[in-house]
């Protein structure tokens, strides 16, 4: 608008200078032969009559006053009607290079500011059909997202905001699909563990402790959503079990102890071991088992001495039937058994 007015004033700033520089003219008669003092008519002007070069003056003048208040399209039309009798009049021709000048920057500013609206109404439709699909988003319909913004994506590959709502939709997606496969995990972890417990139960009150332990502490240890406090049962249920182990380590103990005083080393050292395998924190039953053992060890020793002086007075079969009695009495680690036997084979062939 700022150069329109500029045009303006530089037209108005011409014709009053045209005014002032009117000039004298030649006072020789014109090539034409026109009068003395006036300049030859080359626009065809002269040749109008009065009343066509009133015409003409009027249509100029308005074109003026149309051109100074911009209506350059009006202006043009009427300076058209001036050129349709005569080929210039005044300064004519320079107003209409100047209006079809201010037409040309009147539409290349209408097509901006055109431009520039259907860009402001299209961010605004972008921004209301952005503003829905977030509203997706917040209502958690996830799966519609991406399809709410495939028209701007089309439209605007690189269209920050869209990407960022597929992307928080899709995220969302993805943890809600990871928190259904843990609680399925969980759900999962939970049945098995229940299925343990009660299996433990069953072998407790089947006396088979041992068994019942373990399964206990499986499920006292498994990973899973304790609602119902199975893993304190379990806890509870393994401290029975070994309570109850730990009365049968202690018959057995002294069930020991009376065949250890009986001087049956073998049953005795075998009752202690049982009672360790049962209970292995029995300390008493460890130090019974040793005992037994070096009391079994110093019989079969003894015994296995006689047999050798049995051999070698030649009484094989009395120095035999001790050997026999040792691997009886003796347990298979024993140094005497392993002597016993080579004994035995030597004679026994």
Request: proline letters at 2%.
């Amino acid at each position: 608008m700022g150069l329109l007015i500029g045009l303006a004033l530089v037209i108005v700033f011409e014709m009053s200078n045209s005014k002032k520089e009117t000039p004298a003219g030649n006072l020789t008669s014109g090539s034409s032969g026109g009068p003395i003092g006036k300049p030859a008519d080359t626009t065809g002007f002269d040749r109008l009559t009065p009343d066509q070069q009133k015409s003409i003056d009027e249509t100029y003048n308005l074109a003026m006053t149309l051109y100074t208040t911009g209506k350059y399209d009006l202006a043009a039309i009427e300076l058209n009607k001036i050129f349709l009798l005569v080929t210039s009049y005044k300064d004519a021709r320079n107003i209409q290079a100047l209006c079809q000048q201010a037409l040309a920057i009147k539409k290349q500013q209408d097509d901006a500011a055109r431009i520039k609206a259907e860009q402001e109404t299209l961010k605004q439709q972008v921004n209301q059909t952005l503003d829905h699909c977030e509203s997706l988003l917040k209502q958690k319909r996830y799966d519609e997202v991406e399809p709410c913004t495939g028209d701007i994506v089309d439209r605007d590959p690189d269209n920050e905001r869209a990407q960022n709502l597929v992307l928080a939709a899709k995220q969302a997606q993805a943890q809600i699909e990871s928190n259904r496969q843990h609680a399925a995990d969980m759900d999962r972890r939970k049945k098995h563990a229940t299925e343990l417990f009660s299996r433990a139960e069953k072998d407790f009150r089947a006396k088979r402790f041992i068994a019942s332990i373990g399964e206990y502490e499986s499920v006292e240890h498994s990973s899973f959503t304790d609602k119902g406090g199975l893993k304190e049962k379990a806890k509870l249920g393994a401290a029975a079990a070994k309570e109850q182990l730990q009365k049968q380590s202690e018959a057995l103990v002294a069930e020991g102890k009376e065949l250890l005083d009986s001087k049956d080393y073998k049953s005795a050292y075998n009752k202690f071991n049982q009672a360790i395998q049962i209970y292995p924190n029995n300390g008493g039953a460890a130090d019974f088992k040793d005992q037994a053992f070096r009391e079994l060890h110093l019989q079969v020793k003894n015994m296995y001495d006689e047999s050798v002086i049995e051999e070698d007075l030649g009484n094989i079969e009395s120095a035999k039937k001790k050997w026999h009695t040792i691997l009886t009495q003796d347990l298979k680690f024993d140094d005497f058994y392993q002597k016993a036997q080579i004994k035995l084979r030597k004679y026994e062939k």
